[in-house]
Structure formats: C-alpha cells, structure tokens
C-alpha cells in the first residue's frame, strides 16, 4: 500500500444541538477538535423519516394542474 496518501483518522468531539456531546473517529479538523453540527440528526426529518409534504406556495400547483391538467400524449 502507498505511503501518505490516506488522511488522517483521529477522535474529535462532537457536539448535537441540544448540547449532549460524543467522541468519534474521524478525517475532519484535528485531533481533538469540536464539530458543532447546525442540524440535529436526531429531530431532523432527513433523518428521522418525517412528513414529506409537498408545500403549495400561493397555490402554484393547482395553478399549473388547472392550466395543463387536461393535456395527454395522443398517438
């Protein structure tokens, strides 16, 4: 295997939104550094499979589907 070619891998800390911390492995920062993450993985609905509702601003969907709603590919 090459020599320096693979990034450093060290513990780093790492800090959730509602304060708790955790210590992993890790390339990012340097050792010993503090990750503050911005969004929680564990309330996020990316994460926790929530809602995918699509959301209507100023009804632009049902604009579109009243406008071209009654078009079909004819053959």
């Not at 550094?33 to 564990?42: G, V």
């Not at 632009?60 to 071209?68: C, H």
């Amino acid at each position: 295997m090459k020599k320096d070619i693979h990034p450093a891998y060290h513990m780093i800390n790492v800090k959730m939104t509602d304060g708790t911390e955790y210590q992993t492995r890790s390339t990012w920062g340097k050792e010993g550094d503090t990750m503050t993450l911005e969004i929680d993985p564990t309330a996020h609905p990316a994460w926790t499979g929530g809602t995918g509702r699509m959301l209507d601003a100023a009804g632009q969907v049902a604009k579109f589907n009243k406008r071209f709603g009654g078009l079909t590919l004819k053959r």
